[in-house]
Protein backbone atom coordinates (compact mmCIF):
# COMPACT_ATOMS: atom_id res chain seq x y z
CA UNK A 1 0.00 0.00 0.00
CA UNK A 2 3.03 2.49 0.68
CA UNK A 3 3.75 4.81 4.01
CA UNK A 4 1.21 6.65 4.34
CA UNK A 5 -1.48 3.67 4.19
CA UNK A 6 -5.24 4.47 5.43
CA UNK A 7 -4.27 8.35 7.06
CA UNK A 8 -6.20 10.76 6.26
CA UNK A 9 -4.56 14.74 4.56
CA UNK A 10 -5.79 17.41 3.57
CA UNK A 11 -4.19 19.40 0.41
CA UNK A 12 -5.20 23.67 -0.10
CA UNK A 13 -4.89 24.42 -3.34
CA UNK A 14 -5.45 21.35 -5.09
CA UNK A 15 -6.67 21.55 -8.40
CA UNK A 16 -3.68 22.10 -10.05
CA UNK A 17 0.15 21.74 -9.42
CA UNK A 18 1.64 21.03 -6.93
CA UNK A 19 -1.51 20.49 -4.64
CA UNK A 20 -2.31 18.12 -7.38
CA UNK A 21 0.82 16.41 -7.97
CA UNK A 22 1.22 16.06 -4.15
CA UNK A 23 -2.87 14.56 -4.07
CA UNK A 24 -1.92 12.13 -6.59
CA UNK A 25 1.83 11.05 -4.66
CA UNK A 26 0.07 11.13 -1.00
CA UNK A 27 -2.64 8.38 -2.72
CA UNK A 28 -0.13 6.27 -4.62
CA UNK A 29 1.07 6.09 -0.82
CA UNK A 30 -2.18 4.71 0.46
CA UNK A 31 -3.29 8.02 1.61
CA UNK A 32 -6.69 9.31 1.62
CA UNK A 33 -6.93 12.65 0.11
CA UNK A 34 -9.29 15.83 1.27
CA UNK A 35 -8.49 17.91 -1.66
CA UNK A 36 -9.40 21.65 -0.94
CA UNK A 37 -9.74 24.59 -3.69
CA UNK A 38 -12.33 27.40 -4.37
CA UNK A 39 -12.13 26.18 -7.69
CA UNK A 40 -14.74 23.73 -7.91
CA UNK A 41 -14.94 22.19 -11.03
CA UNK A 42 -11.09 22.46 -11.17
CA UNK A 43 -11.12 20.31 -7.26
CA UNK A 44 -13.70 17.49 -8.57
CA UNK A 45 -11.84 17.35 -12.23
CA UNK A 46 -8.67 16.63 -9.85
CA UNK A 47 -10.37 14.32 -7.63
CA UNK A 48 -11.33 12.12 -10.39
CA UNK A 49 -7.07 11.75 -11.21
CA UNK A 50 -6.42 10.14 -7.86
CA UNK A 51 -5.92 6.67 -7.72
CA UNK A 52 -7.82 4.25 -5.52
CA UNK A 53 -11.37 5.25 -3.51
CA UNK A 54 -11.55 7.61 -0.03
CA UNK A 55 -10.89 10.79 -1.33
CA UNK A 56 -13.15 14.15 -1.66
CA UNK A 57 -13.10 17.58 -2.69
CA UNK A 58 -14.21 20.43 -0.85
CA UNK A 59 -14.44 24.08 -2.18
CA UNK A 60 -12.73 26.36 0.00
CA UNK A 61 -11.58 30.04 -0.03
CA UNK A 62 -8.53 29.71 2.24
CA UNK A 63 -8.68 33.00 3.51
CA UNK A 64 -12.53 32.11 4.83
CA UNK A 65 -12.19 32.30 8.66
CA UNK A 66 -15.58 30.30 8.63
CA UNK A 67 -14.60 28.05 6.05
CA UNK A 68 -12.28 26.52 7.64
CA UNK A 69 -14.29 26.10 11.17
CA UNK A 70 -16.73 24.00 8.72
CA UNK A 71 -13.96 22.19 7.33
CA UNK A 72 -12.80 21.40 11.04
CA UNK A 73 -16.26 20.29 11.55
CA UNK A 74 -16.86 18.20 8.85
CA UNK A 75 -13.42 16.41 9.69
CA UNK A 76 -14.29 15.88 13.62
CA UNK A 77 -17.91 14.60 12.66
CA UNK A 78 -16.47 12.31 10.20
CA UNK A 79 -13.41 10.36 11.77
CA UNK A 80 -12.10 12.63 15.04
CA UNK A 81 -8.49 12.86 13.41
CA UNK A 82 -6.32 14.21 10.76
CA UNK A 83 -3.06 12.98 10.02
CA UNK A 84 -1.22 15.22 7.15
CA UNK A 85 -1.58 19.24 6.18
CA UNK A 86 -0.12 20.22 3.53
CA UNK A 87 -0.59 23.91 3.18
CA UNK A 88 -0.10 24.48 -0.32
CA UNK A 89 -2.21 27.05 -1.74
CA UNK A 90 -0.63 30.37 -3.03
CA UNK A 91 0.16 32.92 -5.46
CA UNK A 92 2.52 35.53 -6.84
CA UNK A 93 3.15 38.35 -8.84
CA UNK A 94 6.42 40.90 -9.80
CA UNK A 95 5.61 44.27 -9.00
CA UNK A 96 8.07 47.03 -7.48
CA UNK A 97 7.19 48.48 -4.41
CA UNK A 98 6.36 51.51 -5.73
CA UNK A 99 3.55 49.47 -7.64
CA UNK A 100 2.13 47.67 -5.09
CA UNK A 101 -1.44 48.90 -3.23
CA UNK A 102 -2.44 47.71 -0.51
CA UNK A 103 -4.90 45.79 -1.80
CA UNK A 104 -2.45 43.91 -3.34
CA UNK A 105 0.00 43.29 -0.43
CA UNK A 106 -3.02 42.22 1.37
CA UNK A 107 -4.10 40.06 -1.00
CA UNK A 108 -0.76 38.31 -1.37
CA UNK A 109 -0.05 38.03 2.74
CA UNK A 110 -3.79 36.85 2.79
CA UNK A 111 -3.75 33.84 0.57
CA UNK A 112 -0.04 32.91 1.12
CA UNK A 113 0.20 33.34 4.92
CA UNK A 114 -2.97 34.17 6.56
CA UNK A 115 -4.42 30.99 4.87
CA UNK A 116 -1.16 28.83 6.33
CA UNK A 117 -2.43 30.38 10.32
CA UNK A 118 -6.48 29.52 9.54
CA UNK A 119 -5.74 26.24 8.29
CA UNK A 120 -3.47 25.29 11.37
CA UNK A 121 -5.37 26.80 14.03
CA UNK A 122 -8.75 25.08 12.85
CA UNK A 123 -7.30 21.89 12.00
CA UNK A 124 -4.23 21.27 14.60
CA UNK A 125 -7.05 19.37 17.18
CA UNK A 126 -7.53 16.88 14.81
CA UNK A 127 -3.69 16.53 14.32
CA UNK A 128 -3.30 16.62 17.58
CA UNK A 129 -5.74 13.23 17.33
CA UNK A 130 -4.00 11.44 14.96
CA UNK A 131 -2.65 7.72 16.34
CA UNK A 132 0.25 7.95 14.30
CA UNK A 133 1.70 11.66 14.84
CA UNK A 134 0.14 14.66 12.88
CA UNK A 135 2.26 16.23 10.01
CA UNK A 136 2.40 19.52 8.88
CA UNK A 137 4.03 20.86 5.59
CA UNK A 138 3.38 24.59 4.73
CA UNK A 139 4.46 25.76 1.43
CA UNK A 140 7.05 28.47 1.65
CA UNK A 141 9.73 29.24 -1.69
CA UNK A 142 13.29 30.27 -1.91
CA UNK A 143 11.75 33.81 -1.73
CA UNK A 144 10.90 33.16 1.62
CA UNK A 145 14.65 32.32 2.14
CA UNK A 146 16.56 34.77 -0.40
CA UNK A 147 14.55 38.55 -1.53
CA UNK A 148 14.04 38.83 -4.82
CA UNK A 149 13.53 42.51 -6.85
CA UNK A 150 9.56 43.05 -7.53
CA UNK A 151 8.94 40.37 -4.92
CA UNK A 152 8.33 42.17 -1.74
CA UNK A 153 5.03 41.37 -0.78
CA UNK A 154 5.34 37.65 -1.79
CA UNK A 155 8.41 37.33 -0.12
CA UNK A 156 6.80 38.85 3.10
CA UNK A 157 4.47 36.56 2.77
CA UNK A 158 6.27 33.04 2.63
CA UNK A 159 9.06 34.92 4.56
CA UNK A 160 6.22 34.40 7.39
CA UNK A 161 5.07 31.23 6.55
CA UNK A 162 8.82 30.01 7.44
CA UNK A 163 9.18 31.70 10.80
CA UNK A 164 5.53 30.95 11.82
CA UNK A 165 5.68 27.04 11.06
CA UNK A 166 8.99 27.09 13.32
CA UNK A 167 7.20 28.68 16.18
CA UNK A 168 4.28 26.07 15.45
CA UNK A 169 6.69 23.40 15.78
CA UNK A 170 8.19 24.53 19.23
CA UNK A 171 4.92 25.37 20.24
CA UNK A 172 4.09 21.26 19.36
CA UNK A 173 6.77 20.16 20.93
CA UNK A 174 5.67 22.18 24.31
CA UNK A 175 2.17 21.14 24.51
CA UNK A 176 3.42 17.09 23.64
CA UNK A 177 0.66 16.90 20.97
CA UNK A 178 2.94 14.96 18.26
CA UNK A 179 2.14 17.09 15.62
CA UNK A 180 5.29 17.66 13.57
CA UNK A 181 5.39 21.11 11.53
CA UNK A 182 7.85 21.80 8.51
CA UNK A 183 8.23 24.20 5.64
CA UNK A 184 9.23 23.27 2.18
CA UNK A 185 10.97 25.89 -0.24
CA UNK A 186 10.53 25.05 -3.66
CA UNK A 187 12.68 26.96 -6.24
CA UNK A 188 11.86 28.00 -9.98
CA UNK A 189 8.57 25.05 -10.69
CA UNK A 190 6.70 24.60 -13.67
CA UNK A 191 3.03 24.79 -12.57
CA UNK A 192 0.07 26.10 -14.53
CA UNK A 193 0.60 29.54 -12.70
CA UNK A 194 4.17 29.74 -13.63
CA UNK A 195 3.40 28.47 -17.38
CA UNK A 196 2.93 32.44 -18.60
CA UNK A 197 6.00 33.76 -17.30
CA UNK A 198 7.88 30.71 -18.12
CA UNK A 199 6.84 30.24 -21.50
CA UNK A 200 9.09 33.74 -22.30
CA UNK A 201 12.05 32.84 -23.76
CA UNK A 202 13.96 35.60 -21.93
CA UNK A 203 12.28 34.62 -18.48
CA UNK A 204 12.83 31.48 -19.08
CA UNK A 205 16.58 31.39 -19.98
CA UNK A 206 17.18 34.22 -17.18
CA UNK A 207 15.23 31.06 -14.57
CA UNK A 208 17.61 28.04 -16.45
CA UNK A 209 20.73 30.51 -15.38
CA UNK A 210 19.98 30.78 -12.09
CA UNK A 211 19.78 26.85 -11.46
CA UNK A 212 23.35 24.81 -11.32
CA UNK A 213 21.28 21.41 -12.21
CA UNK A 214 20.51 23.19 -15.29
CA UNK A 215 16.57 22.12 -15.61
CA UNK A 216 13.53 23.86 -14.50
CA UNK A 217 11.60 21.74 -11.56
CA UNK A 218 8.44 20.22 -12.03
CA UNK A 219 5.54 19.66 -9.45
CA UNK A 220 6.24 16.28 -9.30
CA UNK A 221 9.39 16.98 -7.57
CA UNK A 222 7.87 18.96 -4.87
CA UNK A 223 5.32 16.67 -4.30
CA UNK A 224 7.56 13.75 -3.37
CA UNK A 225 9.58 15.80 -1.20
CA UNK A 226 5.92 16.50 0.47
CA UNK A 227 5.66 12.88 0.55
CA UNK A 228 9.15 12.59 2.58
CA UNK A 229 7.72 15.59 5.38
CA UNK A 230 4.63 13.85 5.82
CA UNK A 231 6.11 10.36 6.34
CA UNK A 232 7.37 8.46 9.23
CA UNK A 233 10.48 9.14 7.25
CA UNK A 234 11.07 12.55 8.62
CA UNK A 235 9.80 11.52 12.50
CA UNK A 236 12.76 13.32 13.73
CA UNK A 237 12.09 16.56 11.53
CA UNK A 238 10.30 19.71 13.18
CA UNK A 239 10.69 23.29 12.40
CA UNK A 240 12.78 22.47 9.46
CA UNK A 241 13.07 23.85 6.14
CA UNK A 242 13.37 21.74 2.94
CA UNK A 243 14.66 23.43 0.05
CA UNK A 244 13.83 22.19 -3.27
CA UNK A 245 15.25 24.01 -5.51
CA UNK A 246 18.38 22.61 -8.08
CA UNK A 247 20.73 24.27 -5.83
CA UNK A 248 19.63 27.77 -6.64
CA UNK A 249 20.22 29.26 -2.95
CA UNK A 250 23.51 26.90 -2.60
CA UNK A 251 25.10 29.82 -4.44
Not at 68 to 87: K, M, P, T, Y
Not at 122 to 130: E, F, I, R, V
Not at 212 to 234: H, K, N, W
Request: proline residues 3%; hydrophobic residues 45%; contains cysteine.
Amino acid sequence: MGDLAGRLAVITGAASGIGLATAIALAEQGGNVILVDRDGPGTEAALAKLPGAGHRAVVLDVTDENGWVDLAGQIERSSGSLDILVNNAGFGTFRSIADTTLDHWRAIIAVNLDSVFLGCRALLPMLANSPVGGAIVNMSSIRGIAGGANAASYCAAKGGVRLFTKALALECAALGNRVRANSIHPGHIETPLTAAAHGDPAVHARLLADVPMGRIGTAEDIAQAIVFLASDRSSYMTGAELVVDGGSTAQ
